[in-house]
T-cell receptor, first 113, second 112 residues
């Protein structure tokens, strides 16, 4: 069973509006959480991570995410979406002895002009 | 900055053939991971190596094997290929367990 869940298969946002891509986790202890973005036929690009410390994490391309322990969530946000943000977004957690990533099912973000 | 290199980028094979995918991690990265991403799917962890020793094993079929060599490059060997093996295969590398893995561009394998 996935230990990170992305409840939305697709998110549609108008350019300039704020966007949120949701992720919840079900890991006991301190989760190591990540967001990656994948453009069509491309590899996965790291956006940001939460290990410990501040619950608000700032990442690449103006993205940020808030770690919420009480709600076991790690939602990805951006104040103003760009058409070029349209891509597939994966939430992931660390697993295994060497920290392989376990991914959620992914959320397709579509930003319309 | 150097990135993870994968070769070939595209590979077409027939059923029951074998395939070898290669990965060259970022210099000084000590851990290599292999992932398989089927069409419309999330990446599934196959296997990882830490300092050239196998460290974790995921959903890797028995028909697949992998190793990491003295120069740290890694190869994923796939035998008796099946149609369902058609996927994107990603290699990733990292330095330290907490560091986010850096992914290569992937090898697209098509089995006909």
């Amino acid at each position: 069973a996935q230990s990170v869940a992305q409840p939305e298969d697709q998110v549609n946002v108008a350019e300039g509006n704020p966007l949120t891509v949701k992720c919840t986790y079900s890991v006991s202890g301190n989760p190591y959480l990540f967001w990656y973005v994948q453009y069509p036929n491309r590899g996965l690009q790291f956006l940001l991570k939460y290990i410990t410390g501040d619950n608000l994490v700032k990442g690449s391309y103006g993205f940020e995410a808030e770690f919420n322990k009480s709600q076991t969530s790690f939602h990805l946000k951006k104040p103003s979406a760009l058409v070029s943000d349209s891509a597939l977004y994966f939430c992931a957690r660390r697993g295994g002895s060497q920290g392989n990533l376990i991914f959620g099912k992914g959320t397709k973000l579509s930003v319309k002009p | 900055a150097a990135g993870v290199i994968q070769s070939p980028r595209h590979l077409i094979k027939e059923k029951r053939e074998t395939a070898t995918l290669k990965c060259y991690p970022i210099p000084r990265h000590d851990t290599v991971y292999w992932y398989q991403q089927g069409p419309g799917q999330d990446p599934q962890f196959l296997i990882s190596f830490y300092e050239k020793m196998q460290s974790d094993k995921g959903s890797i079929p028995d028909r697949f094997s992998a190793q990491q060599f003295s120069d740290y490059h890694s190869e994923l060997n796939m035998s008796s290929l099946e149609l369902g093996d058609s996927a994107l295969y990603f290699c990733a590398s990292s330095l330290e367990r907490e560091a986010p893995p850096v992914f290569g561009p992937g090898t697209r394998l098509t089995v006909l």
